[in-house]
């Protein structure tokens, strides 16, 4: 526990893909829905993005895996869009 990847180190855990964040779908009080994230169940360490906003790094969870950055949602587009990664971005 604690670790971001399986017991044989070399795949993401299948529930947060390495980020410790796990989306699921929270009722607002109009009665829409938002995509909102909690802690993985399995105990996965939560990471934080790797972007910069305004000279400071982003202090919002990391809920999208770009490469090997994970990024909160506004970042990891910025940084697929700019092409800075290794592989496909996407979100958890």
């Given at each position: 526990?604690?670790?971001?990847r ?21 009722e ?5 829905f ?12 939560p ?18 895996r770009?490469?090997l ?5 506004e ?18």
């Open positions: 526990m604690g670790g971001n399986n017991f044989e180190g070399d795949n993401p855990c299948r529930e947060c893909d390495g980020t410790g964040w796990v989306p699921y779908r929270s607002t009080v109009d009665g829409g938002e995509v909102a994230y909690r802690l993985c169940p399995q105990g996965h360490a990471r934080y993005c790797m972007g910069y906003s305004g000279g400071h790094l982003c202090p919002r969870p990391a809920t999208v770009c490469g950055g994970y990024y909160c949602e970042h990891g587009a910025v940084t697929h869009d700019g092409r800075e990664v290794d592989g496909p971005c996407g979100a958890v």
